[in-house]
């Protein structure tokens, strides 16, 4: 069964503090590794995938790195738009992802 | 625009009493799912569809039934609803290619669901 696991469950920050969010997954064969966005009263919004250890990619504010058993997403000098709930998905054998249950950022001004 | 879009976005009913949920997307996505989203647990998908003739389960199906007869159309069904399923649902879609696998999900924003 795969399984995802994201520290910490919240998260404060002033703005310009950089920091990292962590997402460790077990999962037979990863097809893929997903981080979203989630605002209040809006769905999910798709920020960076990631499919082999070793891999980064980058957006504005935000990096997102892969090793074999967990992600980062790193946020570099955060502002208070970045406050959000960060979101990891995974999948493994099957078409069914597996989420994590999330991340949520408060950046202070 | 390039959307997904959920009706209602809220609805209060009661027990017993059918209804459904519909979703729409714009985009000749081929891959469509429902999820529901609780308190603790993460999202958590019940159905997907990876065109108009597959439909298959996800990890809570119970107590859900879903239909695709058009590919921009994807309806979340409740024949009876129950208390617990009272949840914020959320409809996505994607690319699906067999060669590339999984593509990135655009979803709606979202359901509010109460049953009393």
């Known amino acids: 069964e795969d399984q995802v696991t994201q520290s910490p469950e919240a998260l404060r920050l002033q703005e310009g503090e950089s920091s990292s969010l962590n997402c460790s997954y077990t999962v037979s064969g990863l097809r893929g590794l997903f981080w979203y966005r989630q605002d209040p009263g809006k769905g999910p919004e798709f920020l960076f995938t990631l499919y082999s250890a070793g891999e980064e990619k980058e957006k504005e504010r935000l990096k997102a790195t892969l090793t074999k058993k967990e992600s980062f997403l790193h946020i570099t000098a955060p502002k208070p738009e970045d406050s959000a709930t960060y979101l990891c998905?995974?999948?493994?054998?099957?078409?069914?992802?597996?989420f994590g249950r999330g991340t949520s950022l408060i950046v202070h001004p | 625009e390039a959307q997904v879009t959920q009706n209602p976005r809220y609805l209060i009913t009661v027990t017993g009493k059918k209804l459904t949920v519909t979703c729409s997307q714009n985009m000749n996505h081929e891959y469509m799912s429902w999820y529901r989203q609780d308190p603790g647990l993460g999202l958590r998908q019940i159905y997907y569809?990876?065109?108009?003739?597959?439909?298959d389960k996800g990890d809570v199906p119970e107590g859900y039934k879903v239909s695709r007869k058009e590919k921009r159309n994807f309806p979340l069904i409740l024949e009876s609803p129950s208390p617990n399923q009272t949840s914020l649902y959320f409809c996505?879609?994607?690319?699906?290619?067999?060669?590339?696998?999984?593509?990135?999900?655009?979803f709606g924003d979202g359901t509010r669901l109460s049953i009393l």
């Open positions: 996505a879609s994607s690319l699906w290619s067999t060669g590339v696998g999984n593509q990135p999900q655009h």
């Open positions: 998905a995974v999948y493994g054998g099957s078409y069914i992802p597996t």
């Open positions: 569809s990876m065109n108009v003739e597959v439909t």
